[in-house]
């Protein structure tokens, strides 16, 4: 089961600098992430720093929920992005 969360973000004026860098590393982590997900659907297999892209996508996520940062991500705990984590990223 492939599982990818896409999630909208936005940054509070008290703190913007270091949300908006926060944002920026987790939408670079999706979009490597989301590039693993598109190979393995072309080639049926896996590049060889997929598990590597997909712990990164998931701190990444685990960073920015964390944060103070608004997000949209409220709905999941970090206890389900770490659930997340264990089922895609054992590659």
Known sequence: MLIILFA???????NSSGC???????DEALSLWSGVLDYN???????DDAEEICNAYYDA???LKKSNCTT???YLSLATIEDLR?????I
């Open 20 to 26: 908006n860098e926060i944002i920026s590393n987790t």
């Open 72 to 74: 949209d991500l409220e």
């Open 61 to 63: 996520l685990i960073l």
């Open 41 to 47: 659907m072309a080639n049926d297999e896996y590049p």
């Open 8 to 14: 909208f973000w936005s940054c509070e004026d008290e």
């Open 86 to 90: 264990l089922d895609q990223c054992d």
